[in-house]
């Protein structure tokens, strides 16, 4: 069984019954520099997050690049780039999203980007552009719904404190908020 499909089952079995401590443990933390930042609209996931640790649902999501920060141990968040997919043809074939996720990126230093991948493609080039649940063209993600969507990488939510994998299980509910957020570490299942 895939670890996201162990990871949402645990999650939901979590979800109704997380202590006081747990709550708290959730919370992320806003960055200084997104407190100095108010027009980034980063700055709205704070009012998602309790929204998506009610009802999000776990998607399998794929990095598709980060702030070289998030690779080194921090206690700071940053943005990175991610996709992502509720479809369990990915959970079955988690190499599938990994090529979509490489493509994309090698794309970025690229001059021949296809007209159907061009917005997406300058999307990831602008490492400031906040992008929410941009929906991938089908004839790009093997005719399965896949989402290119900026989240706020709390190092205290993910293992060692920063990025050591690419995939990782991301809460969403895009037909309610445009914000993801990474799960949090503790509901991991590997």
Known sequence: MHFIRSTS????????????FERWRNKLLKPVWL???????????????????????????????ANSL??????YSYPACFIYSEDLFFQNNPEMLESISHELYEYK??????????????????EYERAYNILLPENFTYG????????LVDPRHIPKYKITRSDMPLLVLPEQTPYSIILPKYYWVD
């Open 9 to 20: 089952e645990y999650f939901e079995i979590k979800r109704y019954s997380m202590s006081k």
């Open 35 to 65: 407190t100095k930042s108010p027009t980034d609209s980063l700055n709205g996931l704070y009012d998602a997050v309790p929204l998506l640790f009610e009802k999000g649902r776990v998607a399998f999501g794929y990095l598709v690049q």
């Open 70 to 75: 998030l690779f080194k141990t921090s206690s």
């Open 109 to 126: 230093s690229s001059d021949a980007i296809p007209n159907h991948l061009k917005q997406v493609v300058n999307i990831i080039k602008d």
């Open 144 to 151: 399965k719904v896949v989402y290119l969507t900026t989240v």
